[in-house]
């Protein structure tokens, strides 16, 4: 069964060379059987990763074959909620390896930590799965390169889960911004204020939860004792597992400024701020935090600030481009542009005709779209919408905004030697040390 279903995605690119009328949907439905399907097993379900299986399982043929996670409960509850999805409790696993092992998984979801994505990720790709992980890419500037190679090297499918890439609003707002109506773009402003951020407050080490394996957890991270600050959803305030909100919601948005302005990386950043909402909770990152970044021909600023709900133009999080003759505002919910004015003899006019505001269609928000052409990718075998390089790239820019906090000074990227210009403590931080067992991938 496994060996079939793994031939018709090999081939089925080639099958429909005859028949080139017809979509990629209607070749499938055309030539779909039982064993057709694409069996999908996913590595760290607790989060992202059980709302990207979700999302997978709307379209036919898809099929949740295999789960793993370290906490036997999260296990436990997710294998219940896919059986009463599909009728059917799939295998689980506490160990992602044998996932890589099962040949009835054509594909794997990661939706683990941060630190975990780059060895699962090149693991998968060795074992000839096709791979969707959670953003950020990796958790370092040399894991994203490794990640990268990966996927060219064994040829697989990579679909990074920056779901925007996948919405319609954000299409259309990014061909407005391309049709070089607002003018010359000067700077590029993206923001998260999340005011729904709590603080985290200080609390003892303690045993590790029955069920779960604390060590698995942790993998190539530093070993310390358990706490629960760190575990399930605040992994992501401690640098040993991710980057803050620079990572978590940063890459989201400083890819769309990526993508309108067709840049890849800058030549210098600086960063400032610090724990400035709650200076003494448990958090590592900072809460509070902008950053510059100069490309050749305009600036991005990033900022994010915890416990504030009113950003720029009076929205919690959004991507601004702004122009000669006008702005454009973008966020998950709508695009509009605000004209430059001027003035001629005397009276004030609009730089640009008016644009009404587009909003975001119900259901095509991106997470079901982005979800639909992974798997249309497996079966076509081109490249998705946010791949591996693609996602490196918001990913990468990231990181290089903590690293001009981390060093407290402006810092100079050499995009081609993939290092910081002259800098050995800001170099420090491009390649994370693994724990051993643990190994950092060759590839």
């Given amino acids: 069964m496994a060996e079939s279903r793994r031939r018709f995605l090999e081939h089925s690119a080639a099958a429909g060379v005859g028949l080139a009328t017809l979509s990629t949907a209607d070749l499938w439905a055309a030539q779909s059987a039982p064993t057709d399907r694409i069996g999908v097993g996913v590595i760290g379900c607790n989060g992202m990763g059980f709302s990207d299986i979700q999302s997978m399982l709307k379209r036919p043929e898809a099929e949740c074959v295999a789960l793993c996670d370290v906490d036997a409960s999260v296990l436990a509850r997710r294998a219940g909620d896919i059986e009463r999805m599909t009728g059917t409790k799939p295998p689980v696993y506490g160990d992602f390896r044998r996932i890589l092992e099962n040949p009835d998984v054509d594909a794997v979801v990661i939706g683990t930590p941060d630190h975990w994505h780059c060895l ?88 590790t939860p029955d069920g779960v394996d604390y060590d698995m957890w942790l993998g190539p991270a530093p070993q310390r004792r358990f706490n629960p600050n760190r575990f399930h959803f605040n992994f992501r ?3 040993d597992y991710a980057g803050g909100l620079m990572t978590d919601w940063g890459v989201h ?30 958090e590592e990152t900072p809460d509070t935090l902008q950053a ?26 959004g991507v601004a481009f702004i122009g000669n003759e006008g702005t454009l505002v973008v966020d998950r919910g709508r695009w509009e542009v605000f004209p430059e004015t001027g003035t001629a003899d005397g009276k004030p006019y609009y730089k640009m005709d008016p644009v009404p505001e587009h909003r975001a269609v119900s259901g095509q928000g991106g997470l079901d779209q982005h979800t639909e052409n992974f798997l249309e990718c497996m079966k076509t075998r081109q490249q998705p919408r946010c791949n591996a390089d693609t996602g490196s790239l918001a990913a990468v820019n990231a990181h290089l905004g903590n690293v001009a906090f981390r060093t407290d000074r402006k810092v100079h990227w050499d995009e081609a030697g993939q290092r910081f210009r002259d800098d050995a403590e800001a170099n420090a931080f491009l390649t994370p040390t693994y724990r051993g067992p643990w190994a950092l991938p060759r590839v």
């Fill in 120 to 207: 699962q990720m090149v693991m998968a790709c060795e074992a000839s799965k096709d791979v969707y992980v959670e953003k950020p890419l990796a958790n370092s500037i040399e894991e994203c390169r490794l990640m990268v190679s990966a996927a060219e090297r064994y040829d697989r499918v990579v679909q990074v889960g920056q779901w925007q890439r996948s919405g319609p609003h954000w299409a259309d707002a990014i061909a407005f911004l391309q049709s070089g109506a607002l003018g010359r773009i000067r700077t590029a402003r993206a923001w998260a204020y999340m005011n729904w951020m709590p603080e985290v407050p200080m609390v003892p080490d303690g045993p």
């Fill in 253 to 282: 948005l400083i890819d769309i400024v990526l993508y309108g302005m067709q840049a890849t990386a800058p030549n210098s950043i600086v960063a400032s701020g610090g724990k400035f909402a709650y200076p003494d909770d448990a």
């Fill in 237 to 239: 305030w401690f640098w």
């Fill in 292 to 317: 510059i970044y100069e490309f050749d021909d305009f600036s991005m600023i990033w900022e994010h600030a915890v416990g504030i709900g009113l950003g720029p133009f009076q929205r919690d999080h």
